[in-house]
């Protein structure tokens, strides 16, 4: 499939052809992608047109293109594999796999099925919350017909946020079920763990404690940039909370490690949490 990245089209742009011409040309190009399509009308002398770039759209207006960045997208690095966005951490293009609409809709579905309800989906889950990958792909495709097992991998592996693993034919998310799941992750060895909360939330939080509202376990970060970088999903200044994990856990509060960024926890009482001063995060810019 032919794609073309922002400075393949500012090329195009730059160039001495008249803008019928580089709309003809640049049309041409795209024709030769399977899921391109160009749409374009001529308005009062100006050429307006809709380019549907494989999984990016674009439009041009007179001579202007203007196209939208898509987040979910889910491409492929011949070298890396699965990634979201824009390009791979390598430079790379990659070739687009999934949609930003349909990897939402996925996204969506996978979450349901392994964090809040299985047995809808008619999916049988270890006590470890584990279901047969063939199994919720099936269940998938009963739902969205153009979903299948690959693209339920691509989603998994591109995850920016770690969600899911696969092990052995299975599958299961790795944290924020509101179903009851004996997860069986190694305890946490950090000594300073952090949440990130808007400020409301922050002054409640010290007063009573870290709560988990739906689910199961509260999700901390294993640094106060990770916290504060979580926290900026809900509000624009979060603010940072300090969870003296060592004595949490001396006193009984289970702590399991997920991953390098990730601790999950159960509730934590007032006594061991602190707010962290913006003016010692290390933020970049
Ligand atoms: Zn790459």
Known sequence: ?????????????????????????????LATGRENVWVWTCRQNVWTGTCYLAFRNIYQQGDLLFWQEERN????CPEHGYFRGEACECGAVGEAVLDDERSEKLGRLVAGALRHFPDDMGLEMSP?????????????????????????????QSDPKERYEIREGKIRAKY???????????????SSLYYGANEEEADRILEVGLKAATQRYVHLSTAPEKAWHVGTFRTKSPRVIRVDAEAAQRAGVKMMTVSEN????????????????????????
């Open 176 to 190: 924020g079920h509101s179903v009851d799941v004996d997860l069986d992750y190694p305890p946490n060895e950090l």
């Open 128 to 156: 470890r919350g584990w279901v047969d990958l063939d199994d919720l792909s099936e269940a998938i495709g009963t739902r969205y017909r153009w979903a299948n097992k690959r693209l339920v991998i691509s989603l998994v």
């Open 262 to 285: 990730i601790v999950i926890s159960e509730n934590v009482p007032p006594e061991y949490l602190s707010p962290v001063p913006l003016a010692d995060l290390n933020l970049e810019g």
């Open 1 to 29: 499939m032919t794609t073309f990245n922002d400075w393949e089209i500012s090329r195009f742009l730059r160039g001495t052809a008249a803008p019928r011409q580089k709309t003809t040309e640049f049309s041409e190009r």
């Open 73 to 76: 997208v889910i491409k492929r």
